[in-house]
């Protein structure tokens, strides 16, 4: 499928700040690649949100993170849920992470819908079919923390 394809880096610089209470280092979202692959410091911060409550990601030295992104969930016919979470902003610090985003093949466009093995008549098609560009573009467009799997939700 060429989910290891498309890849981006994005380096997060996170300053100390005087009042973590007010503000946050990034606020709630779900990733919307097929997958990222996450390196933190040792200073922590980042949440992962399960059955309602934030949950610590405490760091563990030389290892690296993987959160599972919506274009994966969608692919994966929901087997696989993308992870919703957000970073702390701590007094310490600074902090830095890197994450690398696999995106897929965004070009040529290519048709992605969920995997036909994964469907029979118990477990119907729950996305319409996309190409990266579809999702990314109306991720964009829509408001910060918002995932967009609901637009390319079929009705069944
Ligand atoms: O800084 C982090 O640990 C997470 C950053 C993040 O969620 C992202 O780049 O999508
Ligand atoms: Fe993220």
């Known amino acids: 499928m060429g989910c290891a394809k498309g890849r981006a880096f994005v380096c997060h610089y996170y300053p100390p700040c005087p009042n973590p209470d007010l503000t946050m280092g990034t606020s709630k979202h779900t990733d919307p690649p097929f997958l990222t692959i996450l390196l933190q ?27 599972i992104g919506d274009l994966l969930q969608m692919v994966s016919n929901d087997e696989f849920k993308s992870v919703e979470h957000r970073v702390l902003v701590n007094k310490i610090g600074p902090r830095i992470s890197v994450a690398c985003f696999f995106s897929g093949i965004a070009v040529p466009a290519k048709i992605y819908e969920p995997i036909k093995e994964l469907i029979s008549e118990a477990k119907v098609p729950l996305y319409k079919e996309f190409t990266v560009f579809d999702y990314i573009n109306n991720f964009y467009s829509r408001p910060i923390g918002k995932s967009g799997l609901d637009d390319f939700r079929l009705q069944n």
């Open 41 to 67: 410091d040792q200073i922590g911060g980042l949440q992962i949100c399960r059955n309602n409550k934030w949950i610590d990601v405490q760091p563990v030295e030389g290892s690296f993170i993987i959160n």
